[in-house]
């Protein structure tokens, strides 16, 4: 009954893949298609796992692609590919006895396939497109409308802590030609200014107390001249049916044709007026709910950039895309149409009130008798279309959640053959949304054509009480002539006044849903600005755990309990254990995903949380178990962390991860188009992609979470070579030397201190110290030497491997893949 939160971010990898093992063998299937399935469980549940799929495979075709050596024993018949090309085949035996399983033997003559150049010239349409960008040494969260610097031919896309969060993106792309449109728009003339020009409003600062009056505030300026604008606008709307009297008492009726030239030119005038007075508020009005409006989006986007991990662990991204798309678009048809559309009514309303009052005090009486009934039937529509559209906003979120969450998944859905029924299940719940929908429309039926009916019958009894004084000789025909004229503007304004109140209804559940967002803690808060300390330019990176628990939200046992460890500058530790006993959770600590729930995170001897966070993440570099890369290309992916960095910067960070030999391997070099959620790149070459994205910062403290589980051996053994090399470690050397520092000078970057989770002990092998974890506890460290010889658990992890634990050969070149058949 363990809840799973979207993409399964609740769980950890290994239990992710755990858990699609069990869904693919509960279908029984007759083919079965295992895609290095086992990447990312420890050595241990990696054997207990082949003992159950040999038993599994025996009565049906298996197909696997493998990265270790261990799962090749699950194969009768091994094929190995290099270049999309078969180039050897037969048993494992028969393989090693031919050294086909070598890498270094399936090198073509001509050497590494450098087919492409790196940075190739591309059609104008797609160069002018501007790449994915972070704002790395500022405010993660500053925004600007001013584009970066192209700088590759990738279209623009921003991600969020935790995983994608756009529906759009996730599930209708935009098309070649729409990206080609919008990059040919002209460029902004300039950031929006917000409150006084002295001290105007940051729209990315947090706003605990979020209320519309503070909404309104920067723009209080524009809106008092709207209501002047359309309180002008009002009075000279009134002061035509009193001309209108003028004209048939003083000028049709007295027969003085000059009466009525007089106030038919004054009629003119009071109409171009109107016009000029109604322009002149539409524009202003635009331009404060515009700036209203991006003020609302850029801090709502800000504050889920703040937000922590597990925000977006149990909000699903169709809810926040909602938030974001619907409830600001309900806002922003209220502000631009809406809210102008009130003020004037009202004021109409008011005004002709007065004026039917001073016109003829009975007939104003019969004409305002309908007012407490409409007043009555509006409070029960108001509490019944809120309860509606509250619950149809819900709906909603529901179904575009499920068709992100569908979309994303399709793979799986059509692997599955689940097409049908998820089908249905989007269909149950659109339905559900039309019933809620269809109940708010009865409301709307049902209110509108009341107050409709109300104002006909109000002008019906003034006609009727009027036409009867007129004949007694009581009211003259140019009085009733305006109060019929007057009625007309206060009827026609009272409906205006129901229709703009449902818009109100729908704006006042959006701008709940996004108060309810932007009041919303996150669990990374920032220290108070006395107990703040400045990040260094540099940080040592030292690092201690002391007597840190964690637990998650809703878990009932803790993922950490007791946790104390040190790690020295320029130390590499690995972490490993089963699936499950915290290794991710100790590497979102050190990264400040989330906050320790006991104990202390101390880097440099200061706690994590009195560091500013971003001025802390520009010193850290992540790649986490599943390398996520934005809609762009290749470089811009790599450049994300620094989009000013150079074409030369960025190959060579490339370089220093092994990267290179891939991506010349690309049509596009650097310059290869890369979609959503990587599409179009092997998750190895995504991997690696990652890999360089965290060289490029240059980062003191690196974390990686299982970050070489999707490469091949040889592929890994050349990137954690070159990582040796880039912290001044020589991997050829005992551990006792390994976190030497280079000489001042050398080539060599300073030597930073690295965290690495990882399954493939021959990878934990290489650190300085190992860290044993079991049910989120530390139960073994030290040197791969001292913890064979203790003989605990960590050999028991060895043994279980043993296949696998074999010293990397750094000076093989990788073959693309190794797929293993298994035909029965």
């Known amino acids: 009954d363990t809840l799973v939160g979207e993409r399964g971010l609740t769980l950890s990898g290994g239990q992710r893949q755990r858990v699609a093992l069990a869904r693919t063998l509960l279908s029984d299937p007759r083919v079965l298609l295992l895609d290095d399935a086992t990447s990312a469980v420890d050595a241990r549940t990696e054997a207990a796992i082949h003992d159950t799929l040999r038993a599994v495979t025996a009565t049906r ?183 209108a009297r003028l004209a048939v008492d003083g000028g049709i009726t007295a027969r003085a044709p000059g009466v009525l030239a007089l106030t038919a030119g004054l009629g003119l005038l009071v109409v171009a007026a109107d016009w000029l007075l109604t322009a002149a508020q539409t524009v202003v009005t635009a331009r404060a709910g515009e700036s209203v409006l991006y003020l609302l989006r850029v801090r709502s986007y800000a504050h889920l950039q703040r937000l922590g991990l597990d925000y977006y662990e149990r909000e699903r991204a169709g809810r926040i895309m909602t938030r974001m798309t619907t409830d600001v678009d309900a806002l922003s048809t209220f502000l631009q149409t809406g809210l102008a559309q009130a003020v004037v009514s009202l004021l109409t309303v008011v005004g002709v009130a007065g004026a039917l009052l001073l016109t003829d005090t009975q007939l104003a009486l019969v004409a305002l008798a309908a007012l407490p009934v409409l007043g009555v039937a509006t409070f029960v529509f108001r509490r019944r279309a809120s309860v509606a559209y509250q619950e149809a906003r819900e709906r909603v979120s529901v179904v575009n959640a499920d068709l992100q969450e569908n979309v994303s998944g399709l793979r ?74 007057y009625l007309a503007m206060f009827f026609s304004p009272v409906q205006q006044l129901s229709q703009v109140f449902d818009g109100y209804q729908q704006a006042r559940v959006g701008l709940s849903r996004i108060g309810d967002l932007l009041r919303t803690p996150t669990s990374v808060p920032p220290a108070a600005a006395a107990e703040q300390v400045e990040v260094p330019p540099r940080l040592r990176g030292e690092v201690e755990m002391r007597s840190v628990s964690f637990r998650y939200a809703g878990a009932d046992r803790d993922a950490l309990h007791q946790v104390s460890l040190r790690i020295r500058s320029g130390e590499t530790v690995a972490l490993v254990g089963a699936t499950g006993a915290g290794k991710s959770t100790v590497v979102k600590l ?45 470089a811009s992916n790599i450049a994300y962390g620094r989009p000013s960095a150079t074409q030369g ?95 001042v000078g050398s080539e060599h970057r300073h030597s930073r201190t690295t965290v690495l989770v990882a399954h493939r002990l021959a990878t934990a092998a290489r650190a300085d110290r190992i860290v044993v974890l079991e049910h989120g506890r530390i139960v073994e460290q030290g040197s791969h030497a001292e913890l064979l010889a203790a003989g605990g658990r960590y050999t028991a992890f060895w043994l279980a491997g043993s296949v696998e634990q074999t010293a990397p050969d750094t000076d093989r070149r990788p073959a693309d893949e190794v797929s293993a058949l298994r035909v029965r």
């Not at 560091?611 to 762009?632: I, K």
């Open 412 to 485: 799986v859905s059509q692997a599955f053959v689940r097409e049908d029924r998820s089908a249905e299940e989007f269909g149950a719940l659109s339905e559900a949304y039309r019933v809620t929908r269809l109940r708010a429309q009865r409301y709307i039926a049902t209110y509108f054509p009341f107050a409709a009916l109300l104002s006909e019958l109000g002008q019906a009894a003034v006609l009727g009480v009027g036409a009867s004084r007129v004949a007694a000789g009581d009211l003259t025909p140019g009085v009733l002539t305006a109060f019929l004229l």
């Open 649 to 743: 910067e960025i190959e060579s960070a490339a370089a220093a991860v092994g990267a290179l030999d891939m991506i010349a391997t690309l049509p596009g070099g650097f310059r290869q188009p890369v979609g959503e959620r990587g599409q179009g790149l092997s998750a190895g070459q995504r991997q690696l992609v990652a890999l360089a994205r965290a060289q490029l910062v240059d980062p003191d403290l690196l974390l990686l979470d299982e970050a070489t589980a999707a490469l091949d051996p040889s592929t890994e053994a050349a990137v954690l070579a070159a990582g040796d090399r880039l912290a001044g470690r020589r991997p050829d050397v005992g551990s006792e030397h390994r976190h030497r520092r280079p000489d």
């Open 61 to 243: 075709t298996t197909i696997l692609i493998a990265h270790r050596r261990s799962t090749l024993k699950l194969a009768d018949r091994i094929v190995v590919l290099d270049a999309g090309r078969v180039v050897d085949e037969g048993t494992e035996a028969d393989l090693d006895a031919r050294g086909a399983l070598d890498s270094g033997h399936l090198e073509d003559d001509d050497g590494p396939p450098r087919t492409h150049e790196l940075w190739p010239e591309l059609p104008a349409p797609e160069r002018a497109q501007t790449p994915p960008t972070s704002h790395r040494g500022h405010n993660p969260c500053a925004v600007s409308t001013r584009s970066a610097p192209a700088r590759s031919t990738a279209p623009p896309a921003i991600g969020s802590p935790g995983g994608r969060v756009s529906l759009v993106a996730d599930s209708m792309p935009a098309t070649p030609e729409l990206l080609a449109a919008v990059a040919a728009l002209p460029e902004p003339a300039g950031d929006p200014v917000l409150g006084p020009a002295d001290t105007p409003v940051d729209p990315t600062a947090p706003d605990p107390e979020f209320a519309l009056r503070r909404l309104l505030r920067p723009v209080r300026g524009p809106l008092a001249l709207s209501i002047v604008l359309v309180a002008a606008s009002a009075l000279t709307s009134i002061a035509f049916p009193s001309l």
């Open 590 to 634: 050190l990264g400040r995903y989330y906050d320790v729930t006991a104990g202390q995170v101390l880097v440099d001897g200061v706690d994590l949380r009195r560091y500013p966070l971003d001025g802390f993440r520009q010193r850290l570099g992540v790649v986490p178990q599943e390398a996520h890369l934005f809609v762009g290309d290749v």
